[in-house]
């Protein structure tokens, strides 16, 4: 049985993911990387990750806020 080819990207975007969630303030650039791996399939889970950040802040950032609206 041939050994299953390595998804490279789906790896990428998984840890990106990972630390996007674990960091208060995630970068900007790790940001646009991982949108540019985004499928459509995978924008939900990446706007819930995204939603998180916001929910409990008194003043979300304006940018997260404009990055969930651009997924809409």
Same mark, same amino acid.
């Given at each position: +049985?041939?050994? $299953?080819? /390595?998804?490279?990207?789906?790896? %990428?975007?998984?840890? %990106? ?12 650039? +790790? ?14 889970? /990446?706007? $819930? ?14 940018? +997260? ?8």
């Amino acid at each position: +049985m041939a050994e $299953r080819e /390595y998804d490279v990207r789906g790896e %990428l975007l998984r840890q %990106l993911l990972q630390k996007v969630r674990e960091d208060p303030f995630p970068s900007t650039t +790790m940001l646009n990387q991982i949108e540019a791996l985004l499928t459509p399939d995978e924008v939900p889970a /990446y706007a $819930r990750i995204l939603m998180a950040k916001i929910e409990d802040e008194n003043f979300p950032s304006i940018d +997260m806020i404009r990055r969930i609206f651009a997924l809409v």
